[in-house]
Nanobody, 114 residues
């Protein structure tokens, strides 16, 4: 059974940083592209960042370019999202997604507020 477990969310002031982690079990993690999505209240879930299976290519939505960094450790079966210079509009539940099989984690809340 494939499981994705996110961690690292929380409350942070504008301009602050958080690092999200997503650890995957029960699948061949190293062979799958991974993505981070987010969903704010009343809005559709949107792709934030993605990374290829080997980590060689990444992609970001325009609003987070230069502030967020996605990375992965294929030994630890973990994908990360480093979020810097956070803004109130980054507030959302962040979800990890494994492309192969379209598996999702349970989500972790990120709140950016003073």
């Amino acid at each position: 059974q494939v499981q994705l477990v996110e961690s690292g969310g929380g409350l942070v002031q504008p301009g602050g940083s958080l690092r999200l982690s997503c650890t995957v079990s029960g699948s061949i993690f190293s062979m799958s592209a991974m993505g981070w999505f987010r969903q704010a209240p009343g809005k559709q879930r949107e792709l934030v960042a993605s990374i290829t299976s080997g980590g060689g290519f990444t992609n970001y939505r325009d609003s987070v370019k230069g502030r967020f960094t996605i990375s992965r450790d294929n030994v630890k079966n973990t994908v990360y999202l480093q979020m810097n210079s956070l803004k109130p509009e980054d507030t959302a539940v962040y979800y990890c997604n494994q492309g192969a099989g379209n598996y999702w984690g349970q989500g972790t809340q990120v709140t950016v507020s003073s």
